[in-house]
């Protein structure tokens, strides 16, 4: 099997807009893989420091399934690794609020030059260095089984619940402390809230753990152009991203690929059974009919 052989879809069904799944425009393509496929479920947590579409990518590169310890940063790497992501803490009456970091809209540039401030923080066992100029790379020992929540578990939530503070959290957290103090008087923020926008205060850290090894087996393919406007609450952009990549990459895939829909609780794959036998047609004929995927999709 090629990776083009199995799809991985994030987001395919957020639980806040689980309500309003009924006005979903027509998935053809998706449902007819439903129509013809058989089931297999991951059932998971809402609460789950690791979110369904980051367990299916683990399990398929044979890691142990430890909530909060995929170690997606370590990948290729020789030490143990985290995700640290530039964000913005929106301080409320009661509580933190993480906004979604595609609203932040962080320019390249801006963020290499508030790395490059952090960077001198990062000494003796700490290493800080970009992934991407908006996703970079912290490396120290301790994060070898310092579970963490995924970036899109906290976005746009209360950051509280997702915070851990075992003992082995305590030298991370007090480099973020000191980092939010650097960003506090940064030069980018300054000209971010002259322009009105919102500072960069804080960095999220995830994707934890020590390398593990990978299967040498085709992994799956994700795709997250769902993720940005669930995590923005727009469900109109939600349904048009759904509806171009129903009518992309999802009717793009061979008869025998594998489709993995997964929400913020389960996923669901979408597995092709061979070609019914006639008792089996007779049967599916005589039985209610499958169940509609946008039902399916309330499950997730």
């Known amino acids: 099997m090629s990776a083009a052989d199995h799809l991985v879809i994030a987001f395919a069904a957020p639980h806040a807009f689980a309500p309003a799944l009924g006005q979903l425009p027509p998935l053809p393509h998706t449902a007819a893989r439903l129509a013809r496929a058989r089931l297999a479920r991951d059932e998971g ?125 305590r030298p991370v957290r007090r480099l973020q402390a000191e980092m939010q103090m650097l960003l506090h008087t940064h030069p980018v923020n300054a000209a971010r809230e002259a322009a009105g926008l919102a500072p960069v205060n804080s960095v999220w850290l995830s994707g934890t753990g020590a390398p593990a090894a990978v299967a040498a087996t085709p992994q799956p393919l994700l795709d997250e152009r769902l993720t940005d406007p669930a995590l923005a609450n727009d469900f109109t952009a939600w349904c048009a991203a759904w509806v171009a990549l129903d009518a992309g990459p999802i009717a793009a895939l061979p008869p025998q690929a594998t489709l993995t829909l997964c929400g913020e609780r389960s996923a669901v794959s979408l597995i092709p059974a061979p070609p019914p036998s006639p008792w089996q047609r007779l049967l599916t004929a005589l039985r209610p009919p499958r169940t509609p995927l946008t039902q399916l999709l309330t499950t997730l």
């Open 45 to 169: 947590d809402l609460l789950s420091l690791s979110p369904p579409h980051e367990r299916m990518l683990a399990r398929a590169r044979g890691w142990p399934l430890v909530d909060g310890l995929l170690p997606f940063a370590a990948e290729g790497q020789a030490e143990p690794c985290g995700w640290l992501t530039p964000v913005h803490w929106q301080a409320g009456a009661d509580q933190v609020t993480l906004l979604p970091p595609a609203l932040l809209a962080l320019a390249p540039d801006d963020a290499l030059a508030l790395l490059a401030t952090l960077q001198t923080l990062c000494d003796g066992d700490w290493r800080l260095s970009a992934d991407t100029p908006t996703r970079w790379r912290l490396a120290h020992p301790s994060l070898a089984q310092l579970p963490t929540a995924a970036l899109t578990r906290a976005a746009g939530r209360n950051v509280d619940p997702w915070l851990n503070a075992p003992p082995a959290a």
